[in-house]
């Protein structure tokens, strides 16, 4: 498969930088997943939908965001963001300063999300606001590339579904505002199909245009990074690091392609939970020089030399063809069985 192309992937757009030191040691948000995430499985995590969410009258705002498109290591985050309607400006903007979390430096972002990830009693923001994360493991995306679906259509379900559960929650969703993958207008439309009943805004930057988009891309900012910082630990556990020798995962981190180049195993590459192997970053490495190429049997190939797995479970030693298929018995304990052997 090839490599990501421009349609699937704006780098231009991407922040890639992350946190380098450790903040795993004092906060651990609901929304990492250690079993889920150092087994290389994506997962999903709604946070408890706020009473005030839940009431038929009240018209609710949610946006749409996204961390870690372009990567070659760590998981991408879609994080949503939904509030009433009337708190967007004034809660968020105003009174937290709530901005495109590339914007905003990675203590305050920390910061914000810690307050989201609060008790609802010591926390407007929790107690006002509901947020959800869906992490897509490199795994999984690399194996939907490999399988031609593209970034793009897994970011789109991802996108769907996570609203789709917000909207099951019987939430009053009225306005949706997504920071958009490609053209714009052709996804709007595109939502606008699935969720007829609310107004819908796709739009460049909308991240630092619209208070819940500018939340939800918080959410799945911070995510990422420690998600990202939590699978550096599982991978030095002893040498006690506190900076990340991989830098961002971005391919175009000087960091990260060191870090490719001098720990890639000839065959295996890399961990299926960190490394996007359909990323051509990875697949160059791994069809270069220091790789092991390996010549798998076409099956369909009747060529001299190849074989079909099936011909390993054949009898191959002569005689009446139909009649060995038939004594399967005997074939599996090496010796005719008829009625007698019962």
């Known amino acids: 498969m090839a490599s990501p192309t421009p349609e699937d992937i704006d780098i231009e757009m991407e922040d890639t930088t992350t946190t380098t030191t450790s903040t795993t040691d004092t906060f651990l948000p609901p929304s990492i997943n250690l079993l889920s995430l150092l087994a290389g499985d994506s997962y999903t ?7 005030s969410t ?12 996204e961390a870690g498109r372009g990567p070659v290591l760590g998981p991408m985050v879609y994080g949503i963001f939904y509030l009433p309607s009337h708190l967007s400006t004034p809660l968020l903007k105003q009174t937290h300063h709530f901005d495109d979390s590339k914007a905003l430096t990675p203590s305050f972002r920390l910061s914000l999300f810690k307050s989201l990830c609060a008790h609802p009693d010591s926390s407007q923001l929790s107690s006002e606001c509901g947020w959800a994360i869906s992490s897509l493991s490199p795994r999984d995306i690399s194996a939907g590339m490999n399988s031609n679906y593209n970034l793009n259509a897994q970011a789109m379900d991802t996108t769907v579904s996570l609203i789709k559960h917000i909207y099951s929650l019987g939430v009053n969703i009225t306005e949706i505002f997504v920071d958009t993958i490609g053209q714009p207008h052709t996804y709007q439309v595109k939502l606008e199909k699935i969720f007829p009943t609310a107004k819908i805004t796709v739009a460049k930057k909308a991240d630092s245009l619209y208070p819940c988009v500018s939340a939800a891309s918080v959410c799945a900012k911070v995510t990422r990074d420690l998600s990202l910082e939590t699978l550096w630990k599982h991978h030095s556990p002893d040498n006690n690091k506190e900076i990340m020798e991989w830098g961002s995962g971005y391919p175009s981190d000087a960091k990260c392609a060191t870090w490719l180049k001098n720990n890639m195993h000839p065959l295996f590459g890399w961990g299926m939970a960190e490394t996007r192997f359909s990323w051509g970053t990875a697949k160059d490495l791994l069809e270069g020089k220091n790789g092991v190429k390996v010549d798998w049997p076409d099956n369909n190939n009747n060529e001299e030399g190849t074989y079909q797995i099936t011909s390993f479970f054949s009898a191959a030693k002569g005689g009446n063809q139909e009649e060995e298929e038939g004594d399967e018995l005997g074939q599996w304990f090496g010796t005719p069985a008829g009625v007698e052997a019962f």
């Open 45 to 51: 995590y709604f946070s408890p939908p706020p009473p």
């Open 54 to 65: 839940l009431s038929h009258q009240t018209p609710i705002s949610l946006g749409v965001d």
